[in-house]
Protein backbone atom coordinates (compact mmCIF):
# COMPACT_ATOMS: atom_id res chain seq x y z
CA UNK A 1 0.00 0.00 0.00
CA UNK A 2 1.08 3.66 -0.64
CA UNK A 3 3.07 5.02 2.49
CA UNK A 4 4.40 8.77 2.84
CA UNK A 5 6.95 8.90 5.83
CA UNK A 6 7.84 12.46 7.15
CA UNK A 7 10.93 13.06 9.32
CA UNK A 8 13.00 15.95 10.03
CA UNK A 9 10.98 18.30 11.75
CA UNK A 10 11.87 20.22 15.18
CA UNK A 11 12.18 23.22 17.27
CA UNK A 12 14.22 25.76 15.33
CA UNK A 13 14.88 29.42 16.38
CA UNK A 14 14.04 32.47 14.04
CA UNK A 15 16.91 32.37 10.91
CA UNK A 16 17.35 28.80 11.18
CA UNK A 17 17.15 25.68 9.03
CA UNK A 18 15.65 22.49 8.57
CA UNK A 19 15.55 19.77 6.37
CA UNK A 20 12.59 17.58 5.76
CA UNK A 21 12.12 14.32 4.62
CA UNK A 22 9.68 12.02 2.72
CA UNK A 23 10.27 8.38 2.65
CA UNK A 24 7.77 6.69 -0.13
CA UNK A 25 6.87 3.26 -0.68
CA UNK A 26 3.95 1.20 -2.19
CA UNK A 27 4.02 2.97 -5.92
CA UNK A 28 6.23 3.66 -8.42
CA UNK A 29 8.03 7.09 -6.64
CA UNK A 30 9.66 8.50 -9.74
CA UNK A 31 6.14 8.37 -12.01
CA UNK A 32 4.38 11.22 -9.44
CA UNK A 33 4.22 14.62 -9.40
CA UNK A 34 5.19 15.65 -5.58
CA UNK A 35 3.99 18.29 -2.61
CA UNK A 36 4.62 19.84 0.51
CA UNK A 37 1.84 21.20 2.29
CA UNK A 38 1.25 22.60 5.82
CA UNK A 39 -1.10 23.08 8.51
CA UNK A 40 -0.65 26.21 11.03
CA UNK A 41 -2.30 26.06 14.45
CA UNK A 42 -5.87 27.25 13.75
CA UNK A 43 -5.56 27.58 9.82
CA UNK A 44 -6.51 25.69 7.15
CA UNK A 45 -3.98 23.80 4.38
CA UNK A 46 -1.51 25.60 2.61
CA UNK A 47 0.29 24.10 -0.17
CA UNK A 48 4.26 25.14 0.11
CA UNK A 49 6.18 23.34 -2.75
CA UNK A 50 6.02 20.80 -5.83
CA UNK A 51 7.99 18.98 -8.06
CA UNK A 52 7.53 17.17 -11.20
CA UNK A 53 8.68 13.16 -11.57
CA UNK A 54 11.98 13.89 -12.79
CA UNK A 55 12.84 16.76 -10.86
CA UNK A 56 13.50 19.21 -13.36
CA UNK A 57 10.82 21.96 -12.56
CA UNK A 58 9.91 23.16 -8.74
CA UNK A 59 7.27 25.81 -7.81
CA UNK A 60 6.64 27.62 -4.91
CA UNK A 61 4.14 29.50 -2.92
CA UNK A 62 4.76 33.09 -2.90
CA UNK A 63 5.50 32.73 1.15
CA UNK A 64 8.51 30.32 1.05
CA UNK A 65 10.03 31.49 -2.43
CA UNK A 66 13.38 32.07 -2.10
CA UNK A 67 13.87 30.17 1.32
CA UNK A 68 12.60 26.73 0.36
CA UNK A 69 13.69 24.34 -2.24
CA UNK A 70 11.92 20.90 -3.15
CA UNK A 71 14.34 18.28 -4.24
CA UNK A 72 13.87 14.59 -4.50
CA UNK A 73 16.01 11.29 -5.16
CA UNK A 74 14.10 8.61 -7.52
CA UNK A 75 16.94 5.87 -6.57
CA UNK A 76 16.02 6.51 -3.12
CA UNK A 77 12.36 6.99 -3.27
CA UNK A 78 12.51 9.97 -0.95
CA UNK A 79 11.27 14.07 -1.30
CA UNK A 80 13.20 16.69 0.58
CA UNK A 81 12.05 20.17 1.55
CA UNK A 82 15.36 22.13 2.36
CA UNK A 83 14.22 25.34 4.72
CA UNK A 84 15.92 28.18 5.48
CA UNK A 85 15.51 31.79 7.13
CA UNK A 86 12.89 30.03 9.00
CA UNK A 87 10.10 32.69 10.29
CA UNK A 88 7.70 31.99 13.36
CA UNK A 89 5.04 32.13 10.44
CA UNK A 90 6.66 28.77 9.44
CA UNK A 91 4.97 27.04 12.39
CA UNK A 92 3.09 24.43 11.00
CA UNK A 93 2.27 20.67 10.61
CA UNK A 94 4.12 19.66 7.07
CA UNK A 95 2.57 17.17 4.93
CA UNK A 96 4.12 15.55 1.95
CA UNK A 97 1.56 14.49 -0.34
CA UNK A 98 1.05 12.82 -3.81
CA UNK A 99 0.06 14.79 -6.76
CA UNK A 100 -3.26 13.28 -8.69
CA UNK A 101 -2.02 13.45 -12.62
CA UNK A 102 -3.46 16.42 -14.47
CA UNK A 103 -4.69 17.82 -11.35
CA UNK A 104 -3.59 19.83 -8.22
CA UNK A 105 -5.13 17.58 -5.92
CA UNK A 106 -3.53 14.59 -3.97
CA UNK A 107 -4.69 11.47 -3.44
CA UNK A 108 -2.50 10.48 -0.58
CA UNK A 109 -0.80 11.91 2.49
CA UNK A 110 1.87 11.51 5.18
CA UNK A 111 0.94 11.83 8.92
CA UNK A 112 2.90 14.43 8.91
CA UNK A 113 5.67 16.17 10.78
CA UNK A 114 5.55 19.44 12.70
CA UNK A 115 8.06 22.61 12.53
CA UNK A 116 7.84 24.86 15.45
CA UNK A 117 9.91 28.06 14.98
CA UNK A 118 10.51 30.13 17.83
CA UNK A 119 13.09 31.84 20.05
Known amino acids: QVQLVESGGGLVQPGGSLRLSCAAS????????MNWVRQAPGKGLEWVSAINSGGESTYYADSVKGRFTISRDNAKNTLYLQMNSLEPEGTAVYYC????????????WGQGTQVTVSS
Open 26 to 33: GFTFSSYW
Open 97 to 108: ARGVAGTRLYDY
